[in-house]
DNA sequence: CAGTCCAAATTGGTCAGACCAAGCCGTAGA
DNA sequence: TCTACGGCTTGGTCTGACCAATTTGGACTG
């Protein structure tokens, strides 16, 4: 079993996540949630410091208040995304929107930058999206490899720290939910992925986002498949 | 006097921050840490969970390990921003890029779902920016409420989050020691904003993008040269 | 001498009970 | 009715202790 304090802290979140306590509202006191929870202040109190710290809560003497969801920390997406069994499909495509936002813009910036040998060392990535007869698995390592080579190249901290603290939240569940229904369209990947090397070896800036963005919708159509292939599973599983 | 266990985290944060403790290296024990700040352990406790919830730190019974920069928290920004008297350019050049590049992506996809009343309301925010005549500070606060209003209207909750974790962590650091030097280009900026009245009323997303595209450039010369100025009055007060 | 294994010391995680100062609330007084 | 006061609650800190996991160093073995 986990450290005490963060299971105090999960069950916390879940509840201010789910709505059972509303922003403005006063939580629990330490005190009382040292009964609820039969666990020691100082483990509650570290509890409470985390759920502060996700801006989920502000904590002052005299009670802590619930904040407003739109007040929180990034972090607070993996929770949402692992509030239920199936991640919410509208969160899920925003994240995606975001990632690939922002990776579109760490291309550019490669693009812009760099010289020819870096442009060729990124070009030699898109080989293996550029083939049919690769497996799925190794289809998504190969575009995550991309991602994060576009995304250390940049050479951007707040780039970089946003773009990993998105993923992390995102894989686990893309992983646990719906990895098993995620199958791409390795064509259109190819054919994208074909773009996008012309793009890099022309240094022709609009046609690599024109690519991203079409990459985009590919990879929000990819996962809103998978999502409801998940759905359709689970609703045989339990009717 | 601000909470002691926040002293604490800041203390470490700055001293990781600094390279004082390279990652991978370990911290020292809480105990220790207890004599030098002269604290509680359960303060001490507290400090050393809020690092590790930024990230930059790995705590484990044994030990604590400090972590790389890339892997910690976008939290972590504002702390890299206050560590000196001025901030990096560097980094307020990417935030810049960054915070651009996602208000860029709002208006986007504002634009593709609004109604034309809704884009209509976006447009008055438009008006001041187009005017000659207003303050250097109500120049800055038309555009941040631009900027706000395209994060809300794109109800994508990531992208809020991300913009105002982003924007908090950089608007201290510009209103304290830029905010003096920073003097926008007002007809530079009147120009674009027209230019983006016309994309939002034709509704031309690639007019759109190309407009955020050269606002992003305008934001960034203004940033940099009020840096230079800031410390060009720096040096003058030292020597 | 090198490698392995074990036990003691160290470290984080938790617990119990206590005190203080700052906010909250109900009541008494104007 | 409104205000001011006092008690109560609440968070912040402290002391001291125990447990479990890890680390570490030395003893033992090849």
């Known amino acids: 079993m986990t450290v005490k304090s963060e299971q105090i802290a999960n069950a916390l979140i879940r509840d201010i996540l789910v709505g059972r306590y509303q922003a403005g509202e006063r939580l629990p006191s330490e005190r009382?949630?040292?009964?609820?929870?039969?666990?020691?202040?100082?483990?509650?109190?570290?509890?409470?410091?985390?759920?502060?710290?996700?801006?989920?809560?502000?904590?002052?003497?005299?009670?802590?208040?619930v904040c407003e969801r739109e007040r929180a920390s990034l972090d607070i997406i993996g929770h949402l995304l692992a509030q239920s069994e199936l991640p919410d499909p509208l969160l899920l495509d925003q994240i995606l929107t975001v990632i690939n936002s922002l990776v579109s813009l760490a291309a550019t910036q490669v693009l812009e930058h760099s010289t020819n040998d870096a442009i060729s060392e990124t070009r030699q990535l898109l080989v293996p999206l550029m083939r049919l007869d690769i497996s799925d698995s190794e289809h998504s390592e190969a575009r995550f490899a991309l991602m994060k080579h576009f995304m250390q190249a940049s050479e951007n901290l707040p780039l970089q720290l946003i773009c990993r603290?998105?993923?992390?939240?995102?894989?686990?569940?893309?992983?646990?939910?719906?990895?098993?229904?995620?199958?791409p369209d390795k064509e259109r990947y190819a054919v994208y992925a074909c773009r996008l090397d012309d793009a890099?070896?022309?240094k022709d800036v609009a046609a690599l986002r024109r690519c991203f963005g079409a990459l985009d919708a590919l990879n929000r159509e990819t996962m809103t498949r998978a999502f409801m292939l998940a759905q359709h599973g689970q609703e045989a599983a339990a009717g």
Chains 1, 2 share one sequence.
């Open 165 to 183: 603290t998105l993923f992390e939240q995102f894989a686990p569940t893309a992983s646990n939910a719906l990895a098993d229904f995620a199958a």
């Open 200 to 202: 890099l070896l022309s």
């Open 32 to 65: 009382d949630l040292v009964s609820r929870f039969d666990a020691n202040r100082g483990a509650v109190r570290e509890a409470m410091a985390k759920v502060a710290q996700l801006g989920l809560a502000q904590v002052q003497p005299g009670g802590a208040r």
